[in-house]
Structures are given as structure tokens and as C-alpha cells.
């Protein structure tokens, strides 16, 4: 494999005036990559058919993605369809939600990195240059769904706070009216 670099140039140069989103066909993609990858493009790549997909900007990061894997460059060894078709299906539509305009994938080189580092990270693959550890430190560190998480787990916890103040302000306002009761 080559360094992470490369990979994250290749989704940030994508060649989307290539494409027309609304009628590309994501199963003649996929037929693509699997053939060159695996030798098995001729079999259905997927359980599935993934043309029927209407959300363009879920379109665009399969596109993103046939095209950093068909590249001949790459040195992507092999990797199983079952598990790429899980993170397609399950993995790259949360992704879609939480960066949902996919122009962000390949105009910010952050995001660029996280994409290459998800895909990279569900397939078991590490690139050139990167011990386990490290590759696996970057990628939580960003992560959108790590980071939605985190904030969700702060928000929550500053909720819980201020509950506990209201109640202890409540509870301070009842014991000096208590107290002004008695005197």
C-alpha cells in the first residue's frame, strides 16, 4: 500500500465533471473495481443492487470511492466484497448523514483523510508507513462519528448539570422560605 497521502489526494482530485450523478449506475462501478480488483467483477459484486440509491450526494461518495479503488496505482491488495458491501450499505450512509453535502469530501483534505481512513479501517488495511496503533489513533481523532458522539455525550452531561443546579436552587429557595416561615 502506499501512504495515506495518495489516497486522500486521489478522493480530493475525483473527477466528478466525468460523472452525472443522477444516472450513474453504481452496480457497473462496482462491477469495475471488482473485476480489477478480485477477478470476480463478473459475478453480481454485491447481494444487492445498489442502483437503487436516489440520494446524489450518497451517489457521489460511492463515486468517490469506485475511484479511489479503481485505481490502478493504488496497490490496494485485496479485501473481501462481504465486508466492503457492509460498510457501503451500513458505514458510508451514517457518514452521508452526518457530512451531507458530498463537495465536503473533496474540498477539505480532513475529511478527504477520514473517508480514505474509514474505508481503510473496515477492510483491516493499513497504509504505507503507519503502525496499527497510529492509523487507528488518527482515524478516531477524525472521525465525524466520534466527534458527533463525543458532543452528543457533552451535551448530555451539561444537560444533567444544569438539572442538578436547578434542583439545588430549588431545594436552597424551599429551605429559606421554610426558614423565613419559622421567624
Known sequence: MLEIRYYSKQV???????????????????????????????ISPFPK???SISNLHLKALHVILANLLYDQESEIPEFPKETFF????????????????????????ERAEELVRSV??????????????????????????????ILDETKKAQERAKEILRQLKQKEEEEAASKYNRE
Open 12 to 42: 480530493l482530485n475525483t473527477p466528478f465533471h466525468q460523472v452525472d450523478l443522477a444516472t450513474v449506475s453504481l452496480d457497473a462501478l462496482w462491477f469495475d473495481v471488482f473485476f480489477l480488483r478480485t477477478g470476480q467483477g463478473k
Open 49 to 51: 443492487s445498489l442502483d
Open 86 to 109: 457492509d460498510y457501503l450499505t451500513n458505514t458510508l450512509p451514517k457518514l452521508c448523514e452526518i457530512v451531507p453535502d458530498y463537495t465536503t469530501w473533496t474540498t477539505d483534505a
Open 120 to 149: 481503510f479501517h473496515s477492510l483491516n488495511l493499513t497504509p504505507k508507513n503507519e503502525t496499527k496503533e497510529y492509523f487507528h489513533d488518527r482515524y478516531r481523532s477524525i472521525d465525524s462519528r466520534e466527534r458527533m458522539r
